[in-house]
Nanobody, 119 residues
Framework: QVQLVESGGGLVQAGDSLRLSCAAS????????MGWFRQAPGNERECVAT????????YYADSVKGRFTISRDNDKNTLYLQMNSLKPEDTAVYYC????????????WGQGTQVTVSS
């Protein structure tokens, strides 16, 4: 079993930056595709970014391209999401996930961390 714990969320102003971390424990996640998702109240869960096991293949939602950067440190068993130029519409609970089986079907999910961006 894998446990994922997100951290780094908070309340910031528009234009600020945040760095989310997702620490994995229980077993290594180095061979898994991992991703960041977010869900705002009343909205469906949205895939923000994904990263291959090697870190070479990346995907970003159009809404975050050029502002967010996904990365991973397999030695530390940790996933990151650097978020720059934050906008109020980025406000959501952010989840990390590991072991992609399909676009939204991942085996392991974290509990989420709240990101709130004020205007």
């Amino acid at each position: 079993q894998v446990q994922l714990v997100e951290s780094g969320g908070g309340l910031v102003q528009a234009g600020d930056s945040l760095r989310l971390s997702c620490a994995a424990s229980g077993r290594t996640v180095s061979s898994y595709i991992m991703g960041w998702f977010r869900q705002a109240p009343g909205n469906e869960r949205e895939c923000v970014a994904t990263i291959s096991w090697s870190g070479q293949n990346l995907y970003y939602a159009d809404s975050v391209k050029g502002r967010f950067t996904i990365s991973r440190d397999n030695d530390k068993n940790t996933l990151y999401l650097q978020m720059n130029s934050l906008k109020p519409e980025d406000t959501a609970v952010y989840y990390c996930a590991a072991d992609r089986r399909s676009d939204y079907a991942y085996t392991y999910w974290g509990q989420g961390t709240q990101v709130t961006v004020s205007s």
